[in-house]
């Protein structure tokens, strides 16, 4: 079954620095997004991304981060400049078309911002 | 604005055994989606289960089942014959069923933690 791959499972970062999370999504899938999961907590909705564009985002998606699908098969995560409360763990998720579609998560990467 | 309440930070359940897990959400739509998503200790998403709001009938997968009581905007999950394998965090989701409103983002409870003991 296809799946959905992020890489890299963990990334060490200093903070300040500028990071890039990778997702590939499943092929055939039109709706993609970004989840935040801080250690202990819940799961938080960063941004949906469609047709090329971002369709929604939430309040923690602030100007430090931009996502973009440049070659029509990686969906990347962009934190410009991070901050040790970026630590968490990155979702990528995917599905088909339609809202009946559930969603298909990868399996995640882990930032540590030092 | 939607909410989705896990009620139980912790379970616990023998194996072989049945627990439920407990949901409820706070919503003014009639029509929307909910999901039972698992995730063991690797941290990946699992689907469980999910149950279309139009749908009376409860969703069942194998061993997991739902009772999804929409007046009372209640979702708990039913895991019977409980496995080891079936020890993780699992998180009650709600999307909303409007393609206009919110694109299909997921809105998670805050999780709870079963625990099966052999």
């Known amino acids: 079954e296809p799946e959905v791959t992020q890489t890299p499972s963990h990334q060490v970062t200093q903070m300040g620095q500028e990071v890039i999370l990778r997702c590939v999504p499943i092929s055939n899938h039109l709706y993609f997004y970004w989840y935040r999961q801080i250690l202990g907590q819940k799961v938080e909705f960063l941004v949906s991304?469609?047709?090329?564009?971002?369709?929604?985002k939430s309040e923690i998606f602030d100007d430090q981060f931009s996502v973009e699908r440049p070659d029509g098969s990686n969906f990347t995560l962009k934190i410009r400049s991070t901050k040790l409360e970026d630590s968490a763990m990155y979702f990528c998720?995917?599905?088909?078309?339609?809202?009946?579609?559930?969603?298909?998560f990868g399996n995640g990467t882990r930032l540590t911002v030092t | 604005a939607q909410t989705v309440t896990q009620s139980q930070p912790e379970m616990s359940v023998q194996e072989a055994e049945t627990v439920t897990l407990s949901c409820t959400y706070d919503t003014s739509e009639s029509d929307y989606y909910l999901f039972w998503y698992k995730q063991p200790p690797s941290r990946q998403m699992i689907l469980v289960i999910r149950q279309e709001a139009y749908k009376q009938q409860n969703a069942t997968e194998n061993r997991f089942s739902v009772n999804f009581q929409k007046a009372a905007k209640s979702f708990s999950l039913k895991i019977s014959d409980s496995q080891l394998g079936d020890a993780a965090m699992y998180f009650c989701a709600y999307r909303s069923g409007d393609y206009g409103g919110s694109q299909g983002n997921l809105i998670f409870g805050k999780g709870t933690k079963l625990s099966v003991k052999p």
């Open positions: 991304f469609y047709n090329n564009e971002i369709s929604e």
């Open positions: 998720a995917s599905i088909k078309d339609g809202l009946n579609s559930p969603l298909h």
